[in-house]
């Protein structure tokens, strides 16, 4: 079966560095997105990786691993409107994109 | 551009009642797609459309669910007869296979409440 895998739950301070993991197991490998979704609003797109490396975009940055099947959102200087819960998509084989149940981050001051 | 428009933002009925969700994908995006999110079981894709055609409906939950497309500018889900479980945010996303990424844009979502 298909899988992604994700924490629940993280807590970080404001100012400080968390990174997020997601793992996953897919049927094909076409490209892994991260969204990030704010209480009772839809999903945004923070970035796409289907190389192996970093992307940086300012604060945000995300890492992929094929051959470990693995990726993170890193995210610096934290700030309190980056209290969202993150998103990890795997778009596979059949070019359908599979989520993950999220990870909900929680930012205090 | 104005992004995927989605309508209504929040929709109350009584069990038993045909619901009708409607979206208005991003022009020139060529694949739109329905979504449920649930506490329970997160984001889960009900149905997507390339060019106005139906590619994969085994998402949707049953025969209550069905969508249609009926050109490139419009799209809608209904379920009849609703029941409490349907409750939840069914959003609308779009994208354009042109783009390499074929990122998803989503719209704000409709909370649908079925008592």
């Known amino acids: 079966g298909q899988n992604i895998d994700q924490p629940t739950e993280m807590t970080a301070t404001e100012g400080a560095i968390v990174q997020i993991n997601c793992t996953y197991q897919?049927?094909?490998?076409?490209?892994l997105f991260w969204y990030q979704q704010h209480a009772g609003e839809a999903p945004t797109f923070l970035s796409y990786?289907?190389l192996d490396g970093l992307e940086e975009k300012g604060r945000f940055s995300s890492f992929l691993s094929r051959s470990k099947g693995y990726s993170y959102l890193l995210l610096k200087e934290l700030q309190m409107k980056d209290s969202a819960s993150y998103l990890c998509?795997?778009?596979?084989?059949?070019?359908?994109?599979?989520w993950g149940a999220g990870t909900k981050l929680i930012i205090k001051p | 551009d104005a992004g995927v428009i989605q309508s209504p933002r929040h929709e109350v009925t009584e069990m038993g009642q045909e619901v009708t969700l409607r979206c208005k994908p991003i022009?020139?995006?060529?694949?739109l797609f329905w979504y449920r999110q649930t506490m329970m079981r997160g984001l889960e894709l009900l149905i997507y459309?390339?060019?106005?055609?139906?590619?994969?409906d085994s998402g949707m939950p049953e025969d209550r669910f069905s969508a249609k497309m009926p050109n490139a500018s419009f799209s809608t889900l209904k379920i009849q007869p609703s029941e409490p479980r349907d409750s939840a945010v069914y959003f609308c996303?779009?994208?354009?296979?042109?783009?390499?990424?074929?990122?998803?844009?989503f719209g704000a979502g409709t909370r649908l409440s079925v008592l």
């Open positions: 998509a795997v778009r596979d084989s059949n070019y359908q994109l599979i």
């Open positions: 459309f390339n060019n106005n055609v139906p590619i994969d």
């Open positions: 897919t049927s094909g490998f076409n490209g």
């Open positions: 022009s020139g995006h060529d694949y």
């Open positions: 996303a779009s994208s354009n296979r042109d783009r390499w990424e074929n990122i998803q844009y």
């Open positions: 990786n289907v």
